[in-house]
């Protein structure tokens, strides 16, 4: 196994532990509450941007680690 092939797993690897914290960001920046009937809706904006970059690194990550291994072959 050569560097450059180990260097693609690892980034892969990183990728996807970016991208299942950017969606926990996602997911916990949003926040929907029944009331009586009343549905509140009570959203952090910069908690889903955040979330939303670290998905868009995760995307770019996981083409370039895919882009290396298929390059060492």
Same mark, same amino acid.
Do not use: C, H, P, R
């Given at each position: 196994?050569?560097? %450059?092939?180990?260097?693609?797993?690892?980034?892969?690897?990183? %990728?996807? %532990?970016?991208?299942?914290?950017?969606?926990?960001?996602?997911?916990?920046?949003?926040? @929907?509450?029944?009331?009586?009937?009343?549905?509140?809706?009570? %959203?952090? @904006? @910069?908690?889903?941007?955040?979330?939303?970059?670290?998905?868009?690194?995760?995307?770019?990550?996981?083409?370039?680690?895919?882009?290396?291994?298929?390059?060492?072959?």
């Amino acid at each position: 196994m050569n560097a %450059s092939k180990l260097i693609g797993i690892v980034l892969i690897v990183i %990728s996807l %532990s970016v991208g299942y914290v950017g969606f926990n960001k996602v997911a916990n920046s949003t926040k @929907e509450i029944n009331f009586l009937g009343l549905k509140i809706d009570a %959203s952090n @904006e @910069e908690g889903q941007t955040q979330g939303y970059l670290y998905l868009g690194l995760a995307i770019l990550l996981f083409g370039g680690g895919l882009y290396t291994v298929n390059k060492a072959k």
